[in-house]
Each structure stands twice: as structure tokens, then as C-alpha cells.
């Protein structure tokens, strides 16, 4: 797959060039699915703010379903199990892109293997996965147990099919953990390569590249304690 992960989303001209060039098409040509599970995972989620990324309704600068696509339909993962792989599969492969929002990655990841799409991703050689916070970090080897919500107790482990970790919502106002001090203490502990981005930042993996592409902040953290990355 071609990745586009952002924390907040098609927030800037940067990031939206940046997802025309991997679809290799415009946006008005292209055929989306809007993956909302993770959001059933996490506290902060409710039936309005799954409407709202299904809806195209998060007001301001950031946009996800409401780019002007060709088509928009809904991939539920929780209910795929129950309808059969015949079924679902069809509509995944012919889609071009999957919008996959934020929420709690762990539950995500959970829900990607029980589903069967975790295993279907590797043959999905030309789609786009635009991830969002959880539905970025979801692809992730680790998310850090500072941002597991569901079963806490239980592993911060996630899909690894890429092999750095991410810090999401660098400095958003408001919001008191994910400050860049926290997160050069999170990316010491994370054991790994790892970035923290803010929501006008996305990085893009292509094979076996992987590039910044920021109107904002963001900083690269080598792995290991101690380690400072560049911004």
C-alpha cells in the first residue's frame, strides 16, 4: 500500500498535493472508504463524532470524507466477520483509497485482524490508506502505553507495517500530554525510530521511502533513551 499519515487529517495544499501524487489521479476520480472503528475504542468518541467523519462535518480547515470524491461509502470492521469475506472484500479492492480515522489504535489493530483486513492489506499494492491519529499510528509496531485506552492493562503493540512509531497532535492547543516535552519522553521509551507530528504534518511511505511533508512542526527521534531528533 501507499501511506499517507497525517494527525489531523488533509489539513493544507502540502498534504493534499502529497495525496493526489500517490493516487496517481485526482480526487474527483477516485473512490473512497471511510473506516470509522477506532473511534468506538476511545472515551473522547461518540455516535455524533463517528457521523461527523462519516458525514464530512468537521468544520474548519481539516477534511477527510468531504474532499470531493468520486464515491464515499463506510467500512465498518466490527461488522465484517459477520457477512463474509466475499461480501466486503470486493468493496475494498476496488476502492482507491481507505480514510481511516482516529480513536484508539490498539482496538483498531484488533479489529483489522479480527476483520481479515490486516491480512488483505499486503496484496492492496496501488491503494492509498490515509490515516488520522489512530488510523495512522495503528500501522505503527507501537503506539506507547500513554495512549492506550482499550484494556490498559494490556499490550501498546500494533500492526509494525512500518517500522517507526508516532507522537500525533504535537502542541495542539489545549491539549496538556501532547506537548513536545512529552513526547521526546514518550520517543525515549518507544524503543524505536520514531516521529511526532503536529495536524499540519503527514509523512508518506512509498515502498520503501518515507518523507516529511509539514507547514508545520514535527521532530525525528532515532530511537533509544536519550536520543533528540531534528525539526
Known amino acids: 500500500m501507499k501511506l ?16 493526489v501524487e500517490l493516487l496517481g489521479r ?19 468518541c461518540t455516535p455524533e463524532s463517528v457521523w461527523r467523519t462519516v458525514a464530512g462535518r468537521w468544520g474548519g480547515d481539516a477534511h477527510f470524507a468531504d474532499l470531493g470524491w468520486k464515491s464515499v461509502g463506510v467500512l465498518e470492521l466490527t461488522a465484517l466477520p ?33 476483520s481479515g483486513l490486516a491480512a488483505l492489506l499486503p496484496s492492496l499494492r496501488d491503494t492509498v490508506w490515509v490515516g488520522v491519529s489512530g488510523g495512522s499510528m495503528v500501522l505503527t509496531p507501537r503506539i506507547g502505553p500513554e495512549f492506550v ?22 502542541d495542539y492547543p489545549g491539549w496538556s500530554f501532547n506537548t513536545s516535552e ?6 525515549a521509551k518507544i524503543a524505536g525510530p520514531a516521529y511526532a507530528i503536529d495536524d499540519q504534518t503527514a ?8 518523507r516529511v511533508v509539514s507547514e508545520g512542526r514535527w521532530e525525528f527521534f532515532e530511537g533509544g533513551p536519550g536520543d533528540r531528533g531534528r525539526a
Open 203 to 210: 509523512l508518506v511511505v512509498d515502498g520503501t521511502d518515507v
Open 4 to 19: 499517507l499519515l497525517t494527525s489531523g487529517g488533509i489539513t493544507n495544499d502540502s498534504i493534499r498535493s502529497a495525496l
Open 26 to 44: 485526482p480526487v474527483e476520480e477516485s473512490r473512497a472508504l471511510v473506516v470509522p472503528t477506532a473511534q468506538w475504542g476511545h472515551p473522547m
Open 182 to 187: 512529552n513526547a521526546r519522553r514518550w520517543a
Open 149 to 170: 485506552e482499550w484494556r490498559s492493562d494490556g499490550t501498546d503493540e500494533t500492526l509494525g507495517l512500518v517500522d517507526f512509531s508516532i507522537f500525533p497532535h504535537l
Open 82 to 114: 459477520t457477512i463474509g469475506e466475499k461480501r466486503w472484500m470486493p468493496w475494498v479492492r476496488e476502492a482507491d483509497v481507505l480514510l481511516v480515522d482516529g480513536g484508539e489504535a490498539v482496538y483498531l489493530a484488533h479489529w483489522m485482524r479480527e
